[in-house]
């Protein structure tokens, strides 16, 4: 029996729909009249950026890896249409800030002031800044709602949502949604489908909202209606109608379409598994997307071969790009886990221990990302278990019992297994510490709840002999038993 350092795993985990719509863009509608505002606030651009999909680059002729955010609509009326934009253009630039995709496009491009704003924009090879003056949001918005273009109906509809502040509010923009959908805008079918599911008395016209959503072509109502499906919120769940939609959504450009299509081709869920296909939708949502999470899935296949060829260095890449975020998406901390364990192991990178051992105690101390989805607390604890498994071996820093001890226990006390195997035994073994046969028990007990088989094999040794609890043979032989099927080996011969 020794202490163990532990090693970082996949996490999988079927990412939801966002707590607020993403804004979106839809298509067509008649000239709006230009609109201009003295009193000018909430002010638009006029125009609507594209997630970057298979689709679209084959629609513009746009090459692998577009930078810059991709316009999809131009209203009419609008300061981008006195310009000249046009769909297809790249906006590269807002001002002073540098846009690399449709989601940081929105956070500029909207709730502007109303002051001139120089914007960079990209043609083929031509390149051209143009001095835009946004236009007053709701104001302009609703007249070219008014005027046929639904676009800027979905678009009004989300200011009203950004701006609402009572139960009144919120309810006046999820009519403006609805209002939207059905004339055909299928982003506002998108938005309002997802936000009516917690609306109480509402819910019931979510799938049929997000089912005209995907109808229309959005990527986000094929995402949010395969989410419903796959979880069975609303409707019975149903994979094999899940793992479609998701699909179609990442043909669509949703990047958590594409991570979500890869889950549910790697485990088998609806499809046959298939870890090339897998592989392929991790990819695209990594590479082509900047996704965290499948970056940090992505490299965890490549550092074991499974389904695609074998390279830590790649690896090391990948968990680099997880653990980095991604406009408008946190970083990933299963990632940032992995990663310093690369430096901890020197796999596919120079060995570092000591800076391995910084990056586990930042992640372990440092508050929890609310937008990393990806099990953040499980890789947090395990974080901090690494780190304290550092310091109860003197592996590459200095030996420091007590600070191996404070971090095994935090980590226990989060939940991770393998930091309860190692309180276990610094307690069994005095590691520091009076020896305690029936502390040393509790953490074999949690740790074995946790599901480490280890920790069930000396717990059940313990009560073989009655260290520090009470001996029970039948308690044994369950416990071995466990230790068993969780993969222990040596409690299997026994």
């Known amino acids: 029996m020794k202490l163990r350092a532990l090693v970082a795993a996949l996490s999988v985990v079927l990412a939801g729909c966002p707590s607020v719509p993403r804004d979106a863009p839809a298509g067509g509608g008649t000239p709006a009249t230009p609109v201009t505002s003295a009193a000018c606030e909430n002010g638009t651009l006029g125009m609507e950026a594209l997630p970057v999909s298979r689709a679209l680059r ?76 946004p236009a007053d949001g709701l104001s302009f918005l609703e007249r070219a709602c008014r005027e046929g273009a639904p676009g800027a109906c979905n678009r009004r509809a989300l200011v009203l949502w950004t701006l609402a502040r009572g139960e009144a509010e919120k309810t006046t923009a999820i009519d403006a949604f609805a209002s939207a959908c059905r004339v055909g805008d299928a982003e506002a079918c998108a938005n309002g489908g997802l936000l009516v599911q917690e609306r109480p008395g509402r819910e019931g016209e979510a799938v049929p909202m997000l089912e005209r959503a995907c109808a229309l072509g959005s990527a986000a109502g094929c995402a949010h209606l395969a989410f419903l499906h796959a979880t069975g919120t609303l409707v019975p769940r149903n994979d094999a109608t899940a793992t479609p939609l998701y699909v179609r959504s990442c043909e669509l450009g949703d990047v958590r379409g594409c991570y979500n299509e890869a889950l549910m081709f790697e485990n088998g869920r609806g499809v046959p598994k298939d870890l090339t296909r897998a592989v392929a ?104 278990a690494l780190l304290g498994g550092l310091y109860l071996n003197g592996s590459g820093v200095p030996k420091d019992l007590a600070k191996g001890r404070s971090y095994s226990e935090i980590a226990c006390s989060k939940g991770d297994a393998f930091g309860c195997f190692n309180g276990g035994v610094i307690h069994s073994g005095g590691l520091g510490v009076p020896k305690d046969l029936a502390l040393a028990a509790y953490f074999y007990d949690k740790g074995c709840l946790a599901g480490d088989g280890e920790s069930c094999f000396e717990l059940a040794q313990a009560h073989e002999k009655g260290n520090g609890v009470a001996v029970s043979k039948a308690r044994a032989k369950e416990l071995l038993t466990k230790a068993c099927a969780s993969g222990f080996a040596q409690a299997c011969r026994k």
Do not use: W
């Not at 046009?86 to 491009?109: K, S, W, Y």
């Not at 680099?320 to 796999?347: I, M």
């Open 58 to 133: 084959a629609r513009f002729s746009l090459p692998s890896n577009v930078p810059g955010a991709v316009i999809g609509e131009v209203l009419p009326g609008g300061p981008a249409a006195a310009a000249g934009l046009r769909p297809g253009d790249i906006v590269l630039r807002v001002g002073e800030t540098d846009v690399r995709d449709d989601c940081e496009f929105d956070a500029v491009a909207f709730q502007r002031s109303c002051e001139p704003v120089d914007v960079v924009v990209a043609r083929g090879a031509e390149r051209r800044t143009v001095s835009l003056t």
């Open 281 to 384: 939708a991790y990819r695209e949502a990594c590479e082509e997307g900047r996704n965290p999470t499948a970056c940090t899935n992505l490299g965890f296949l490549v550092e074991r071969g499974i389904g695609v060829a074998q390279s830590a260095e790649r690896a090391v890449e990948l968990y680099g790009r997880g653990c980095a975020g991604a406009p408008c998406q946190a970083p990933n901390l299963a990632g940032c886990v992995n990663l310093a364990r690369s430096y901890r192991d020197g796999k596919g990178v120079a060995k570092d221990v000591a800076r391995a051992a910084r990056m586990f105690q930042d992640l372990c101390e440092k508050p929890v990302d609310p937008g990393d989805l990806q099990s953040a607390e499980v890789h947090q604890s395990r974080a901090c």
